[in-house]
């Protein structure tokens, strides 16, 4: 038995997960609808005192590409099983007044993407790598899996015997330090490396399946690789490496041919 299935056995909250497209286990403590309502909170602030982009022509993009990937990323779901996450992703893509290349996804599906990174997306479909990259984040639950393991973190076992009410509040707890828009606008905890590659895997598929040609996913990465301009405001949340960019190419051909059912 994994060390996520021991863990997953006490635990009697919500427990086991299995991401779709890749099918990890993962150990998710609080429910979907938390996980919303929490991210929900910090994407409010964050809007609240973030400036939208004026830039028409560029916006209408973000909201085109973020909706041609959004509607792939639901048929991939409902044909595999997964109607029920479907709830919980109620999509918006905004494009504000940033000169850093960053973009981040809350849960639910709330896509931000910084005026600045247009400096590396060059094309529809390079911005496709980026919003495809935050979509995986968002349908493989990363968030609730970094909340949980926070949960586990500061409260232990001790979680294990609350009230649901009372779990609700370390969720509001732990969510301030995952997301941590509010206290540093646009800096959320990083994601492991597992994550990105997972993220990485799904975008491309999911890219592929609204008709976009994946390999523009080692165009972009390449570019961000070389740390060109403000390169390195989005590698501190999303590192590109060599590495990763080899994982990418290995796992196109694969994400192709899953692609090429939808």
């Known amino acids: 038995m994994s060390c996520v299935a021991v863990v997953c056995v006490g635990l009697f909250l919500t427990g086991c997960g299995s991401v779709p497209l890749t099918g990890r286990k993962q150990m998710l403590l609080v429910s979907d609808q938390e996980v919303y309502e ?14 939208l982009s004026t830039d028409a022509k560029t916006t209408a993009m973000v909201k085109s590409v973020g909706q041609k990937l959004a509607e792939a990323t639901e048929k991939y779901l409902r044909a595999n099983g997964f109607e029920s996450d479907i ?18 996804c809350l849960p639910g599906g709330k896509i931000v993407v910084y005026e600045g990174l247009f400096a590396i997306a060059q094309n529809e479909a390079e911005l496709a790598v980026v919003l495809g990259h935050e979509i995986g984040h968002a349908v493989a639950k990363h968030s609730n899996e ?22 609700s509040a370390a969720v509001q707890g732990v969510a301030v330090n995952v997301f941590g828009l509010g206290a ?5 905890l990083p994601y492991s490396r597992k994550h990105e590659y997972e993220a990485d895997y799904m975008g491309i598929v999911f890219m592929e ?26 590698l501190s949340t999303h590192p590109s490496d060599t590495k990763r960019i080899a994982q990418i190419k290995s796992r196109m051909p694969e994400a192709k041919k899953l692609a090429s059912q939808y």
């Not at 929490?38 to 400036?51: P, R, V």
């Not at 709830?87 to 290349?101: G, I, M, P, Q």
């Not at 540093?184 to 959320?188: F, P, R, S, T």
């Not at 390999?215 to 405001?233: H, I, R, V, Y």
């Open 38 to 51: 929490a991210g929900l909170t910090q994407y409010k602030e964050y809007m609240a005192q973030s400036e």
């Open 209 to 234: 399946i609204a008709g976009y040609d994946s390999q523009s996913a080692l165009d972009f990465w390449t570019k961000m690789s070389a740390g060109g301009g403000n390169a390195s405001d989005f």
């Open 87 to 104: 709830e919980n992703l109620k999509w918006e893509f905004n494009l504000v007044k940033n000169n850093e290349v960053n973009a981040f």
């Open 184 to 188: 540093k606008v646009g800096m959320m």
């Open 146 to 167: 970094r909340m949980s393991q926070q949960i586990l973190t500061q409260y232990g076992a001790a979680i294990l015997s609350q009230a649901l009410s009372q779990k």
